[in-house]
């Protein structure tokens, strides 16, 4: 396998568990977090320094892959919770400016490349991490819901206006996952927050559970999607589970 991946947020949680099954499954991944974050070089795996937030470090993050890409999985994000009336200024710009802000930057600086490999006959695809949190918000996690709404909307726009040049974006929406990034939440109970831990399956998410979704949507058995919000939520949002 030839084929290139740009996975964000690759340090910890869903991001640096898509970014080492990609690895095994042959992909060249170039992994970005912050440059605070510890990113180890291994076989193929290129670490790059990047906060998603600031434009001119992704456009050099983006021009340090060197051309070919095959797709983007937008992993980074970041999670605030308590009352939407409660929360700071600098929490809510913070929360837009990794979730929605990032994403989009990403997505932008990646198109070029991406619209090539598609004109080149070769696999072009988007992942984006969207939230279950999007579709039924919690109580507490208003701020983040909202982004993730976002991030849902801009994969639905994304997907059409590129649809035409090959290049297939779509999005994932997990519940409660097992990552860095929840623990706190689930350990402090933070500001009222309830996590989704009682699915229907009885546990909440472990970070594979994703991954093996965003390896479909990159294979070519998810070829005549685009522009699908798909749930990873263990039949969450389908029993209306108290949140």
């Not at 456009?59 to 890409?69: H, P």
Request: proline share 6%; hydrophobic share 45%.
């Amino acid at each position: 396998m030839n084929k290139t991946a740009v996975v964000t947020g690759a340090a910890s949680g869903i991001g640096a568990h898509t970014a080492r099954r990609l690895c095994a499954d042959g992909w060249h991944v170039f992994g970005l977090d912050l440059p605070s974050a510890t990113l180890q070089a291994a076989e193929n795996f290129t670490p790059l320094p990047c906060d998603v937030r600031d434009p001119a470090q992704v456009e050099s993050a983006f021009n340090g892959v060197g051309g070919k890409l095959n797709a983007l999985i937008a992993c980074a994000g970041i999670l605030r919770t308590g009352p939407i009336a409660d929360q700071t200024v600098e929490d809510f710009d913070l929360v837009f400016n990794v979730n929605v802000r990032g994403l989009w930057l990403c997505a932008k600086y990646a198109l070029p490349a991406l619209k090539q490999a598609a004109a080149d006959g070769e696999t072009a695809r988007i992942v984006l991490l969207s939230s279950i949190a999007s579709i039924r918000p919690k109580v507490n996690g208003g701020v983040y819901a909202a982004s993730k709404a976002a991030v849902s909307q801009l994969t639905k726009v994304l997907a059409v206006e590129n649809a035409s040049y090959g290049v297939l974006i779509n999005a994932v929406a997990p519940a409660t996952v097992d990552t860095p990034m929840v623990r706190p939440a689930l350990a402090s109970n933070a500001g009222n927050y309830k996590p989704s831990g009682k699915s229907p399956l009885g546990r909440i998410a472990e970070p594979e559970d994703v991954v093996r979704l965003i390896r479909f949507l990159l294979s070519d058995d998810s070829a005549y999607m685009t522009g699908t919000i798909i749930p990873v939520d263990g039949g969450t949002a389908a029993a209306f589970v108290p949140a």
